[in-house]
């Protein structure tokens, strides 16, 4: 056998020693060099364009694999950047994509996300920057539906291997098919490197159906024992005539299922310990299984095992009668075995036929459980810590294959929700949903739907619908499932209590933010009587209420919360990770701003972002929060030119790695057209402003504040360019909706109603303005006292209203005292506001959502 063995990618570099590694399969045999040629003009021919995909396509064990391997590394000085990508299993492709991220000088996956990285890497490529001449090699892709998706279309090449003709209906295929005889003959004479006749060699060709694979093995293993054609011939006719009165697997064919037979039997008489460690790695994944999953496994094999096989768990936890096996499994061509990467790999065909010679379903069923337990114990533990991430990277791709889904051991059951947890914390959002909603299915089926593995499975399901931007999906599921748990688990369950922080977040992606504070407030007294008030669990707990109280308006509260969190955290010497450090910073940065004080949360941003930089690099999705807010507190302050210049380079790096509706971005477009205003851009500002408010429906919902709150900043810029009256209709709406959603009393209606004081004054309804203001200004001073940003804000303005119909020494008073405060207030005294303010122009309240 001659199954390909590396890493999920390759770089020209390392195409000579993958090659080195195959056998001579398909090197100058003319049927193979009439397809490489064939290949090469396909991957040459222009059709709309761009080149077009090509599939090779056929039968298990032809070589469909080796052929893309030989036409990689021939034609290697035509491309600038080849990769592999394992394509069996959905989940493998994202991870793939990913790994070429900075390769492309994209963010890796580390601090993007894998989903947002793959995708982003795909863009590229299909963009051609920065390179135009790749290869992409999608290896037994088997289902297009579930591949499509991520195939780029650019100026660069891809090439499928797949047995399905499916493909055919997608993109230009190739038949691979067997060998013709005499390249059998000839792939004979090198494989079992002695002489060998014309008519024996033609006879074994013939007996084996020139199957590359099939050929390998009867190679292999008359090389290693020194058996004559003859011999290997009369094994061969036995081994086919049981398989035809019996059970021959179905799908392969007679000639590959007899020469495996052969080899099998032989081996088994040979050393029967390396069968049983054949037959366990059948019931892995086709990619390659740590070695290491043998070692760590073992303990929890033998532990747990029960009704399993004890011998095989004997030979696992000796690693030098395991060392043995191994080495003979690689002597007969049963499995690859690479020292350098410590992996073990078995072709798909062989470990399917050893997966039929156990018809029996209870010795199935067992094969399985004991790959299960291997798997579970070799489970790094915390998914949450991203050292640990390779651990689980390398195991994610035996999770299906096994069977794992179909489970009823709890220890299992926990390393498949581990499995569930780290796919969602490194971003790879669909596979981590796949995976968790066939848990969710199966484990209902056998347990029930109030079992505390599909509770627990639901609670993930949560989680990632929320990093989706599927908040109506995971407010109904979060809902329903809290109540579930509460009854089952317990209130005071730790499973319990993350599902109540989960539903918080929910119902703050509702936009029923005083919801969110009241369960959140609940949620941390429990957490402090349960873990203690410094524990992790509850300072994230307190995060959210700080986030709570910012949302209601309550900033004071909001800032004493944040600062106190930041501070138990910074001081924590476990359970914090950097990345949740760097966001208590940042929100208590954006705390201090929504207090009014510009320049000290400048400050503190600045820190904040450059600790980011330094620890988690400039494109991990937190540091660009902060330095989103950093732009913000720069604009505020009055240091314009900083504010654009870092809104710009902000925006522009969230739109590369998340695209343009995702949240964060949406939220960074935001900032950078409220930059490009205050700086006097206003069609840049206007148009950025209109495309991204259409967004938010979408993504919140049409009445969530966070909706209404941005389309008063499109209102603000209808008037600047000379629309009074659309804008007026604009705010007059908003206002009505915020007011619904958040009271008249919230942040966000009182600066809408600002905005609408300066619409109505636009028109020349001063009358109306002055109302409209004097409202809002009582309303405000009861909120924030009257020195807060926004009361004095609004004071300026209405100033300038009650000059307008006639109340001159009542306006000079108030802009008087106004004119004061400011001067007493912690704002810099280049602040635009107070610039406008001591100008007499009106003063313009715009909305920058904060993260939820």
């Known amino acids: 056998m001659a199954e390909l063995s590396h890493a999920a990618h390759a770089i020209p570099e390392r195409l000579p020693e993958i090659w080195e590694k195959v056998p001579p399969r398909n090197r100058n045999f003319t049927g193979r060099e009439e397809l490489l040629t064939k290949l090469r003009r396909g991957m040459s021919t222009v059709t709309a364009v761009v080149p077009q995909p090509q599939a090779l396509q056929g039968l298990g064990g032809v070589g469909k694999t080796h052929l893309a391997i030989e036409y990689a590394w021939r034609y290697r000085s035509h491309y600038d950047l080849v990769w592999w990508i394992p394509a069996d299993q959905r989940v493998l492709v994202p991870s793939a994509l990913a790994t070429m991220a900075p390769h492309l000088g994209l963010p890796s996956a580390a601090t993007t996300g894998v989903e947002e990285a793959a995708e982003a890497v795909r863009r590229a490529l299909q963009s051609g920057e920065p390179y135009r001449r790749w290869l992409l090699i999608f290896d037994n892709a088997e289902d297009p539906a579930k591949i499509e998706e991520f195939i780029p279309l650019g100026p660069g090449h891809v090439l499928i291997t797949s047995r399905n003709p499916d493909w055919e209906n997608h993109f230009e295929t190739l038949q691979v098919d067997v060998f013709e005889r005499e390249e059998s003959m000839e792939f004979l004479r090198k494989r079992l490197r002695r002489e060998i006749s014309d008519e024996d060699a033609s006879r074994l060709a013939e007996k084996l159906g020139d199957l590359p694979l099939a050929l390998e093995q009867a190679g292999a293993l008359q090389y290693e024992t020194g058996m004559s054609v003859d011999e290997y011939i009369e094994q061969l006719d036995e081994q086919a005539g049981r398989l035809l009165g019996a059970n021959r697997a179905q799908g392969y064919p007679l000639s590959m299922t007899a020469a495996w037979r052969v080899s099998v039997s032989m081996l088994e008489d040979r050393l029967p310990e390396a069968i049983r460690v054949l037959r366990c790695c059948a019931f892995f994944g086709p990619e390659p299984i740590p070695r290491d999953v043998f070692r760590r496994g073992s303990r929890t094999l033998a532990r747990h095992g029960g009704d399993t096989d004890p011998q095989l768990s004997a030979i696992l936890a000796d690693p030098i009668l395991l060392t043995k096996a191994l080495s003979e499994l690689r002597r007969f061509a049963l499995a690859r075995i690479e020292p350098e990467t410590r992996t073990i790999q078995v072709h798909r065909l062989v470990q399917a036929l050893l997966r039929d010679d156990l018809p029996a379903p209870e010795q199935q069923a067992r094969a399985r459980r004991e790959v299960h337990l291997l798997l579970a114990g070799a489970g790094p533990g915390d998914p949450d810590d991203s050292a640990k991430w390779r651990q689980f990277e390398e195991l994610v791709g035996h999770v299906a294959p096994s069977g794992l889904a179909e489970t009823t051991d709890p220890v299992v059951r926990r390393f498949a929700l581990n499995i569930v947890r780290y796919l969602y914390q490194a971003g790879n959002y669909q596979s981590a949903l796949s995976f968790a909603e066939d848990f969710i299915a199966r484990w209902t089926a056998a347990s029930g739907p109030r079992h505390p593995d599909v509770l627990i499975a639901r609670r993930h399901l949560g989680n990632i619908l929320r990093g989706l931007g599927r908040y109506a999906e995971d407010y109904e599921l979060g809902r329903t499932n809290l109540e579930e748990m509460r009854e089952v688990l317990g209130p005071e369950h730790p499973e319990t209590l993350s599902a109540t922080n989960g539903f918080g977040a929910a119902l703050r992606a509702r936009g029923e933010f005083l919801r969110a504070r009241e369960l959140d407030e609940q949620s941390r007294e429990v957490h402090e009587r349960v873990f203690g008030e410094t524990h992790p669990s509850t300072l994230r707990v307190m995060n959210n209420l700080a986030i709570d109280y910012g949302l209601t308006s309550d900033y004071t509260r909001a800032r004493e919360l944040h600062l106190e969190t930041y501070q138990e955290q910074s001081d924590a010497t476990q359970g914090v990770s950097k990345a949740s450090l760097l966001s208590s910073w940042q929100n208590l940065s954006r705390a201090v701003r929504l207090c009014g004080d510009y320049t000290e949360a400048r400050d503190i941003g600045e820190e904040a972002h450059a600790y980011g930089v330094l620890e988690l690099g400039p494109d991990h999705p937190t540091t660009l929060l902060t330095a989103k807010d950093l732009s913000i507190a720069k604009r505020r302050s009055g240091d314009l030119t900083e504010a654009l210049e870092l809104a710009r380079d902000t925006h522009a790096r969230l739109q590369r790695i998340f695209g343009d509706e995702h949240p964060d971005t949406m939220a960074a477009a935001v900032n950078l ?180």
Not at 744 to 764: E, F, I, M, Q
Not at 798 to 816: I, N, P, T, W
């Open 673 to 852: 057209s409220n930059a490009l205003r205050v700086t006097g851009e206003l069609g840049e500002a206007f148009a950025l402003a209109e495309q991204t408010v259409e967004l938010y429906p979408g993504v919140y919902g049409e009445d969530h504040p966070y909706t209404q709150a941005c389309r008063s900043n499109v209102a603000i810029l209808h008037r600047l360019r000379g629309d009074a009256e659309k804008a007026r209709d604009i705010d007059e709406k908003a206002l009505e909706r915020l007011a619904a959603k958040v009271s008249r009393t919230h942040n966000y209606s009182l600066a809408c109603a600002v905005n609408l004081a300066s619409d109505l004054a636009a028109l020349g309804e001063h009358a109306r303005a002055r109302e409209v203001g004097e409202d809002a200004l009582e309303r405000l001073h009861r909120l924030f006292g009257e020195n807060h940003y926004l009361s004095l804000l609004c004071a300026a303005n209405l100033s300038l209203d009650l000059r307008a119909v006639g109340a001159d020494k009542e306006a000079e008073r108030l802009r008087a005292e106004t004119l004061e405060r400011y001067a007493h207030s912690p704002l810099a005294s280049v602040q635009p506001d107070i610039l406008a303010a001591v100008a007499g122009v009106r003063i313009d309240s715009d909305f920058d959502p904060p993260p939820i």
